[in-house]
């Protein structure tokens, strides 16, 4: 006898099949414009269906993501993004399930969401937007704004000592942590792909610029030569170099050190070499935000999987069915009970 099934063939899938016939709402200049092409980018390199693909967002700029691709999406409510994405990963774990998020809907409002669901790992791809302001508000500091920021809330600056997200996300447990900027589209690009692939909440931090409320506040990266000295691309088994390969960095002991390959006779082999898998290094990696002295690294920071929310869900609910469904008076009862008299 012959099989006769066949398995259904996805046509061939562009950029514009996931544009939808909504234009974007978003300043001229905003960094949502990049980042939304680029993620129209890769969704076709998935092969995934639009309709098996979901969008979810709560409040801000960027959560009007889900309005600008053309599969199911959700406006949520502010800081809520992370667990009706995840309620919806358990339910139908089939589909391919994204957030869309700021730095104030994500670690403000959404705080305490952003942490349980990174230590609970529901197999979501977060992309999280952080212009360090609140932009849809008209222009309050936001957790990640710099201290000293003059903002409509802060009018003699800011006193908050901001999140660290790249630490906040490992901290609390994060399998994936990946960072990209709004401007660097081919590299983004590489990183949404990454993040999707990975098995697990995998979160991406993308820097990107608000030209109304906090114009150039990533600047230190932006031109190709503050670029060059500013920032090191992590890859995977690769030494730690930057500024056009004349400088790199070492670990001496847990404290990275900035050496220049021309002057101090180390060559690329003496250098820290990247490994997303090593948490300790991740860390490390985290705070080099917090150093002045230290380029900002982009790319995978850490990168381990491990089992998700969903499956373990899944399998906790097999195993207190394996001996069969009882009676609802039997269930009220369960294994031990006591009897008054």
């Not at 499956?311 to 207190?320: M, P, R, S």
């Amino acid at each position: 006898m012959t099989d006769t099934t066949t398995i259904p063939v996805l046509p061939v899938l562009i950029a514009k099949d996931f544009a939808s016939d909504q234009e974007p709402k978003w300043c001229p200049g905003c960094g949502d414009h990049a980042v939304l092409q680029q993620l129209k980018n890769v969704l076709p390199e998935l092969g995934i269906a639009p309709e098996n693909i979901v969008f979810v967002s709560g409040i801000g700029c960027s959560s009007r993501l889900p309005y600008y691709i053309a599969t199911y999406g959700v406006h949520g409510i502010h800081g809520r993004a992370l667990p009706m994405a995840t309620g919806l990963k358990v339910s139908r774990p089939e589909l391919s399930v994204w957030v869309g998020t700021g730095d104030g809907d994500a670690l403000s409002i959404g705080g305490n969401h952003f942490i349980h669901t990174l230590r609970r790992n529901p197999d979501l791809n977060v992309v999280l937007f952080n212009n360090e302001i609140y932009g849809l508000t008209k222009g309050q500091y936001s957790p990640t704004s710099k201290i000293g920021l003059r903002t409509a809330t802060s009018p003699s600056g800011v006193i908050d000592q901001p999140f660290n997200t790249a630490a906040l996300t490992i901290g609390s447990g994060g399998s994936f942590f990946a960072r990209a900027f709004d401007r660097d589209g081919k590299f983004l690009r590489s990183i949404l792909k990454r993040a999707a692939l990975h098995k697990g909440t995998s979160l991406v931090e993308i820097y990107q610029n608000c030209p109304i409320f906090n114009n150039g506040a990533f600047e230190a990266f932006a031109t190709p030569d503050n670029k060059a000295s500013n920032t090191v691309y992590l890859e995977q088994s690769k030494p730690l170099v930057f500024a056009k390969g004349k400088r790199g960095i070492l670990l001496d002991g847990f404290k990275p050190i900035v050496v220049d390959l021309d002057k101090e006779g180390i060559s690329t082999s003496d250098l820290w070499i990247h490994d997303e898998t090593d948490i300790n290094k991740a860390s490390i990696l985290a705070h080099f935000a917090d150093e002045e002295s230290l380029p900002r690294p982009f790319g995978v920071f850490y990168a381990k999987e491990r089992i998700t929310y969903e499956d373990a869900l899944t399998a906790q609910i097999a195993d207190a069915q394996k001996n069969g469904f009882g009676t609802f008076e039997e269930l009220l009862k369960g294994d031990h009970s006591y009897e008054i008299k």
